[in-house]
């Protein structure tokens, strides 16, 4: 009782900082814990690192199992005493938000082309993706958060679901847009299972105007590129990083102000693999921290939305060709 009253005076107070962590557990074969490797372990080490780390925000994907959500509300009850899990589909939608601050609403939007029942072994339609949005109190500010896990790529070269991400990407921001009119300050976490430079990427952030926390920062310390998605994980394999011998950038925080908020990223830091102590890594992906600065103001300077550039405008005019996709794909309608 006293770590709970303790955390609700302490997040009455003002906020000028922000220190979000957005991290994707390694759920594997739909979150089955038999089936997943150290599943316990993992959750174990995870739980340990957030209280650690003591984010003011923490976004998870790939918690499919609601005893594990369970597990981590129990124990980070004392210091992130608002929690809520995104429920959706067969499984779930592994979406959950754990907050030192006051959740006053939460909503959830089911993406309306999300892979295929028959693909079984990907399990991506059985999970029911997601975007779950979250309004918390910052003090005087109100701030819309966002948690997502978009469709996997799974290959690269013969990437049967990019038009299943696109058509997600543009929910997405038409979610986040029509949702966060009144709030002061916007905040996207999750692993969009896209590269920073394609088009449902692009349309994310030129619809939005929300800023990636890694190109914004100057401030940085993580493995190479920001990458999410490292070569030496043991979890993942080599297919789902070829052609890019390195890795790759899938997982985000994204964020914008408003006229009333200032925002910025001060630093941003990632895991890199290992973990002292342990034979195995915390996931499959990397966890991304970031530390917002913010300012209220009257009139806030916070970088205007860009225009959409030629992909997203091209994009928009074919919108026709969008809902004949969707409902094209009710044949196999979501459960």
Known sequence: MYCWFESCFQTNEATDCLYI??????????????????????????????????????????????????????????????????????????????????????????????????????????????????????????????VTHLHAEYNREKDSYLAHRVVQAWELQQFIRHTSAGADVVILGGDLNMHPQDLGNRLLRSYTGLRDAYAETAKFDGCEGGVTLIADNPFISQKEIFPFEKGIRIDYILFKGSSRAEIGCDSMSTTKGSVADSPFPFSDHEALTAELKLNSAQTGNDKPCKTPDSAGILFSKNTEKLTWIQRENNFFPAI
Not at 37 to 60: A, F, N, T, W
Not at 75 to 81: D, G, Q, R, V
Not at 123 to 142: C, E, N, P, R
């Open 21 to 146: 962590l957005n991290f994707e557990y390694y759920g594997y074969n739909m979150g089955i814990r038999y089936l997943s490797k150290y599943c316990s372990q993992r959750y174990h080490m995870i739980g340990e690192l957030l209280c650690k780390e003591k984010p003011d925000i923490v976004l998870l994907q790939e918690v499919w199992s609601e005893k594990d959500y369970l597990f981590l509300k129990k124990k980070l009850s004392c210091t992130h005493p608002y929690t809520h899990y995104f429920k959706s589909g067969v499984i779930g939608s592994g979406l959950a938000i754990f907050s030192k601050h006051r959740i006053h609403d939460t909503l959830l939007h089911r993406y309306s082309l999300n892979g295929y029942p028959y693909m079984a072994h990907h399990g991506d339609w059985f999970g029911g993706k997601a975007v779950g949005m979250a309004v918390l109190s910052l003090g005087s500010l109100t701030a819309n958060v966002y």
